[in-house]
């Protein structure tokens, strides 16, 4: 019986010696990354352990797209980073180093604890071989282009409880930065249950997604987050949402035919899959895909900013005669050919009927406060009829590029005010001022 006892346990301690031998010969590297460790396995899978931030070991040049080095000796396995195929982090790290992981084109996977906080520029820039990722709850930071290029991407599962930052929309010249970098091929956000805030930008330009639920979770919805999703064609909105930023569900080129909120939210609501606030006093969105005519609702007194931009299939809308205020931009872009502005419409904001393609319009009597380049129409129009017997404060680029010609537009005013707009500033400069039969 001793015999048996001491042959087992010479062959579990046999067995237990090889294993940790197996074990470690599964590490073919190893190195510090300032306070951290890393190990790399023989099937390629880095694992980086310790307490605190990853350093930066270059700097990535938003502007100029590319890695500048700060310097700082590089790790061993930079120089073969497109071969690593998994990256573990583990427990302890707080940051992602800005571009150290950029290129790493064949990782497959990659492990995020729970305990960082920033995702630093650029971190996964072109790592074109990972198809998902998921944010955990602790991030509240993510950089420029944190995970542009990456075009094997399909599923982002973002679990961050407040993320306030994800990218920006940079400028003209350079474009945008959003941190997803507009990937055409991620078509599934899966945004988690203890998610707070989606941030500003968050999900812009992910032109392969078509529908998002926003959980109930969720008490803030930023400007642009979902901006310009082209194939997007549902929202539906949580119990909690409270703020909706401009152009959340905007763009010029996308498919959005309804916007669905829960019943119960006390901010919001929604009607035939129309954005409005919860008593529907103010209309927010207005469907960026939906084609036709829209007559707005009698309970409607705001158009809000961007509440019709960018409809180009809206071919005609029916102002109604409680609508008192209509927002910046309300209908830029939207292929209106006539617009008539109500009596009750006090006030109408920068660029708000920046329709090329627009031939009349009708201003009620009781504006008293025009835009800056409220109608930047191109030179389409050729009727304006004011019905405001004092003419309104105006300048050369109220009606934008008409200046160029002001002899296509005939301008009908109440035969009483002819003269006081033939000497009004802006006004004056139309050649074709006639009084309304």
């Not at 078509?187 to 249950?193: C, D, E, M």
């Not at 010029?252 to 006390?266: E, K, P, Q």
Request: net charge negative; proline share 3%.
């Amino acid at each position: 019986m001793k015999k048996l006892v001491i042959l087992f346990c010479f062959r579990v301690f046999l067995f237990a010696s090889c294993d940790k031998e197996a074990i470690k010969e599964t590490i073919i590297e190893s190195g510090n990354m300032g306070n951290l460790t890393w190990k790399l396995t023989n099937d390629s899978t880095l694992i980086i352990s310790g307490k605190g931030e990853m350093m930066n070991y270059g700097y990535y040049d938003v502007n100029l797209g590319h890695l500048d080095d700060n310097d700082s000796p590089m790790p061993l396995w930079w120089e073969n980073r497109s071969s690593i195929t998994g990256v573990v982090i583990e427990n302890g790290v707080t940051s992602i180093g800005e571009a150290i992981f950029s290129d790493c084109s064949g990782l497959k996977f990659v492990t995020i604890p729970n305990t960082v906080t920033l995702i630093n520029a650029a971190a996964f820039r072109g790592c074109s071989g990972l198809a998902e990722v998921t944010i955990p709850k602790s991030v509240t930071f993510i950089g420029w282009h944190a995970f542009a290029g990456c075009t094997g991407l399909t599923t982002v599962n973002f679990n961050a409880v407040n993320c306030t930052f994800m990218g920006d929309p940079g400028t003209s010249m350079l474009g945008s930065r959003y941190a997803f970098g507009g990937n055409s091929n991620i078509t599934t956000v899966n945004i988690g249950s203890e998610v707070t805030i989606i941030p500003d930008h968050a999900f812009a330009l992910l032109y392969g997604l078509t529908s998002i639920n926003i959980p109930n979770s969720v008490t803030s919805v930023g400007s642009m987050a979902f901006y310009n999703c082209r194939d997007l064609t549902e929202v539906n909105i949580g119990n909690s949402v409270e703020i909706i930023g401009d152009m959340a569900f905007g763009g010029g080129f996308i498919g959005l035919t309804s916007i669905n909120v829960d019943a119960a939210n006390s901010a919001f609501s929604s009607d035939n899959g129309v954005l409005f606030n919860k008593t529907k006093t103010t209309l927010v969105q207005y469907p960026i895909g939906n084609t036709g005519a829209y007559t707005i609702p009698n309970s409607v007194t705001i158009i809000g900013n961007n509440a019709f931009a960018g409809c180009r299939g809206l071919t005609e809308v029916t102002i109604g005669n409680s609508v008192e205020i209509i927002g910046e931009l309300a209908f830029a872009g939207c292929n209106l050919t006539s617009v008539i502005i109500p009596i009750s419409v006090m006030s109408f904001g920068r660029r708000a009927f920046a329709c090329y393609g627009l031939t009349s319009v009708t201003i009620g009597s009781s504006v008293t406060s025009i835009g800056f380049e409220a109608f930047d129409v191109g030179d389409s129009l050729t009727e304006i009829i004011n019905l405001a017997t004092t003419p309104q404060t105006i300048n050369e680029y109220t009606f934008y590029y008409i200046w160029y010609n002001t002899t296509v537009v005939t301008l009908h005013v109440p035969a009483a005010s002819v003269d006081a707009y033939k000497t009004a500033t802006g006004w004056k400069d139309f050649v074709n001022i006639v009084a309304i039969e």
